[in-house]
């Protein structure tokens, strides 16, 4: 078990350095580069300093290997747009808010979509049951950008009457999280509502809650502690696919609300080619969702042993 | 297609023997009203994507300049004359509009689907039916795409092939699907993969072995038929994930290009003119709606259809 564990983990780094190649690839075969951001007029001999300065005048794979060199010591190197920071200060600012939005979203939709999910299992083919899934349907017919539109025209003050709700742009206050928040929690809500539903279903029809009811247990301690706590176990195998809907969704999310979070910078690094901190982002994220990934495995590892002897696909 | 289930029934049952395969799926798709439902929804936008144009009063490049002009330069509101729905800014239908959006979004889902088809299965099945260095290669390197978060990859995809030839090939459509498709596929390989170790180990598949077919042929005739029931059911779970991803990057300004129209666009110049034009953001909300929750219907009955081992899930 710790040998599988220790090979999983060893996996996360080739991983790595594969996608920042990718990445490296596709960001210098972009056309542009930093310095043609419109607006802006810059000397050749300018050009040339900066170029320099940034390593840029190097052939690519000099680029990459120094890169490479660098970022294993934790130095992530210089963001181009953002002078004289380094791209791990402007990264470091950027992460906390994301990482909020997206902390606050996963809690929203647990809370939501957990019971949601357990009320429509037990109460299968009902009146109840039909409107938990109809909730369901609707989250996954909600993406993030859409609900964040929608929530900005109706909560928030415009340019005119009447004063809105809540703020409208901004992440400087909790009023400034609610609809951010929510509207990135939609998707991941109906996900886990409809697995949660789907597991507690195949739970029901088991031999030991048959054997349970037929012990005459009370069914308030079978549902608690028989049904929902098996049936959770599964709800692991979903955390990345999830994470990577919370991630993804929080580009638009915010664009729409403003927020100073990483997926705004990802999206102005690479429109203004800011090499470094793309690179930088990139492996943050893969890193992230790697080890996540890693993690899940082993955790299921541990939890169904069939997984580690490669008889069955970890998820 | 109910013409076909028909004739596959009686045909099996002449034989003496149950249901087949696709018959038996299909009778229980029929018996799932949540994939009837999708299926009617689905059936209508495909019919609306493939007939639009036709039905479209106005083309969805046309600017009806007397209309607005009429309107002191203001987007016509719904129920003007000949603009059901009224019109953008420049005097475009958006009931045309909109119908090319579902255009836009079904091509754009199939073809991506295609693509992952073609990258996903041999993989998969390669890294499967091989195993040893191949599939530790293969799977590792589906390891590299899975841990990018899908929409920075596209963004990245499509800023590396932005204003090159590719990128203006069908207003950007091309550019679309193809960032897609190179993203998605990593499902469908990790699927087929887990499919055919399953599978070949049967003892179909061991007597082909043995009879001397060659392994291609094993892998093409007896192992992926056998996987096409779940391959069916990801195809139809990544079809709204690609539109739920091409109106996302539309909506961002990445994806399809104007004069074309997405359902992302479309919302994204709803919100933009919000104020003065409230209308515009209705019908492209409502129509990415219906389609998403259309085919989630849709996979959910497949899924019922295709998998009985967890029929009872829904």
Do not use: C
Not at chain 1, 5 to 10: K, L, P, Q, V, W
Not at chain 1, 29 to 55: D, H, K, M, T, Y
Not at chain 1, 78 to 86: A, D, K, N, Q
Not at chain 1, 147 to 165: I, N, S, Y
């Amino acid at each position: 078990m710790l040998g599988y564990a220790i090979r999983r983990i060893m996996w996360i780094f080739p991983v790595l350095v594969v996608a920042s190649i990718i990445t490296f690839l596709m960001m210098h075969a972009a056309p542009g580069s930093p310095w043609s951001r419109e607006g802006r007029q810059l000397s050749p001999v300018v050009i040339e300093r900066l170029n320099e300065r940034l390593g840029l005048d190097q052939p690519l794979p000099m680029q990459y290997l120094a890169w490479l060199g660098r970022i294993v010591v934790g130095d992530f190197g210089l963001s181009v747009s953002e002078h004289p920071y380094g791209v791990r200060n402007v990264i470091g600012n950027s992460a906390l808010p994301s990482l909020q939005l997206g902390l606050m979203s996963f809690g929203l939709a647990l809370i939501v979509g957990l019971p949601l999910g357990i009320i429509a299992a037990l109460r299968h083919r009902t009146v109840i049951d039909y409107a938990a899934t109809g909730v369901a349907i609707l989250g996954m017919a909600a993406p993030a950008f859409v609900l964040g539109a929608l929530f900005q025209l109706v909560f928030t003050a415009g340019d005119f009457d009447p004063p809105g709700l809540l703020p409208r742009h901004g992440w400087d206050s909790p009023q400034h999280w609610i609809l951010p928040t929510v509207a990135l929690a939609g998707l991941p809500m109906a996900q886990i509502a409809r697995f949660t539903k789907a597991s507690m279903l195949d739970v029901l029809h088991t031999d030991y809650i048959r054997v349970a009811h037929s012990k005459g247990l009370e069914e308030r301690w079978i549902v608690t502690h028989h049904m929902i706590r098996n049936a959770l176990v599964p709800l692991v195998t979903i955390a990345g696919p999830i994470l990577a809907i919370l991630v993804t969704g929080s580009i638009a999310v915010e664009l729409i609300f403003d927020i100073p979070g990483l997926g705004q910078l990802y999206w102005s690094s690479i429109r203004f080619r800011d090499y470094g901190a793309v690179m930088g982002i990139t492996v943050l994220y893969a890193g992230s969702i790697a080890i996540l990934n890693a993690v899940v495995d082993i955790a299921y590892g541990f939890i169904d042993p069939r997984i580690r002897d490669g008889s069955r696909e970890p998820a | 297609m109910s013409h076909a289930h028909t004739l596959d029934v009686t045909a099996a049952d002449t034989r003496g023997r149950g249901r087949g395969y696709w018959a038996d799926a299909v009778l229980r798709l029929r018996h799932s009203p949540s994939g009837m439902v999708g299926l009617v929804v689905v059936a209508l936008l495909a019919l609306l994507g493939i007939f639009g144009p036709f039905l479209a009063p106005w083309d969805y490049r046309a600017q009806d300049l007397q209309g607005i002009m009429g309107n002191n330069a203001q987007a016509l509101p719904p129920l003007s004359p000949g603009h059901l729905f009224g019109t953008d800014p420049l005097g475009r239908d958006l009931f045309s509009r909109t119908l090319d959006g579902a255009q836009v979004s079904m091509t754009v889902a199939l073809i991506a689907q295609v693509v992952v088809l073609f990258i996903g299965v041999p993989i998969g099945a390669i890294a499967g039916w091989r195993g040893g260095r191949t599939e530790t290669a293969l799977m590792r390197f589906t390891d590299v795409i899975y841990a990018f978060p899908d929409l920075f990859f596209v963004i990245l995809i499509t800023s590396a092939i932005v204003y090159t030839p590719l990128f203006r090939l069908m207003n950007g459509l091309f550019m679309v699907f193809l960032a897609i498709g190179l993203v998605s596929w990593v499902t469908m390989a990790r699927l087929v993969r887990a499919q055919v170790l399953s599978i070949k180990h049967r003892e179909y598949v061991e007597a082909a072995r043995a009879l001397g077919v060659p392994d291609r042929q094993i892998v093409l005739r007896h192992v992926l038929p056998n996987a096409i029931g779940p391959i069916i059911v990801a195809v139809s779970v990544g079809i709204p994930a690609a539109i739920l991803a091409e109106s996302t990057l539309s909506f961002l300004g990445l994806g399809v290009q104007t004069p074309r129209a997405s359902w992302g666009s479309l919302i994204e110049v709803g919100i933009r003119n919000a104020q003065n034009a409230p209308w515009l953001i209705v019908p492209p909300m409502v129509a990415l709606a219906i389609a998403l929750a259309g085919f989630t219907l849709l996979g959910d009955g497949l899924r019922d259809a295709f998998d009985p081992k967890t029929s009872r899930r829904r």
